[in-house]
């Protein structure tokens, strides 16, 4: 079973190769996780988070090499070092957003990905740059701001939800 996987792994992290020579990232992107999900490697790792850096995806790509040392335990010096270089790197192009919500149960997306549901547990990690914040609850007018996130940096974005005066319901009929 471990030799299929390994099998499988190594098709899809070949077509990730291919893909990287004609700088299709995104689609090696995929083909380098889903030969990390069938069977991790350290290059299947570092290879996802190569096409996440040139995808401007600072802040993934961090979470992924992080973990880093956790899964993968014997790793020579050389490749440690240049690990902990591109964690270094990294960090310098992800900042936080500490969304702070004024009701609890609220739905929190940041560039229409799911972040959670307030309060939030901590600071939102996100790549440096403009983000789109939205905070939305049923019964209360939804929330929307832009922000701009410096490297290594922080925003606080206070959501205050205004609850509905007004409600119906809409009945259509063919």
């Not at 190769?17 to 991790?40: D, G, I, M, N, Y």
């Not at 299947?44 to 040392?69: I, S, Y």
């Amino acid at each position: 079973v471990v030799d299929d996987k390994k099998k499988e792994a190594r098709v899809h992290f070949e077509r990730g190769q291919k893909l990287v020579e004609e700088q299709a990232w995104e689609a090696a992107l995929a083909e380098f996780l889903k030969s990390r999900e069938t069977f991790p490697t350290r290059g299947n790792t570092q290879n996802a988070a190569v096409c996440l850096r040139k995808l401007h995806r600072f802040d993934e790509a961090l979470d992924l090499l992080e973990r880093f040392d956790q899964d993968f335990k014997e790793v020579p010096p050389q490749d440690r070092a240049a690990v902990d270089q591109e964690v270094k790197a990294l960090r310098a192009l992800v900042g936080r957003i500490d969304v702070r919500v004024s009701e609890a149960g609220a739905a929190v997306r940041i560039d229409e990905k799911e972040r959670g549901v307030a309060p939030l547990a901590g600071p939102v990690r996100v790549s440096a740059g403009s983000h789109l914040v939205r905070v939305f609850r049923e019964g209360f007018l939804p929330f929307e701001q832009r922000v701009d996130v410096p490297g290594e940096g922080s925003v606080l974005v206070e959501a205050k939800l205004a609850a509905l005066t007004q409600s119906g319901r809409l009945k259509v009929n063919e």
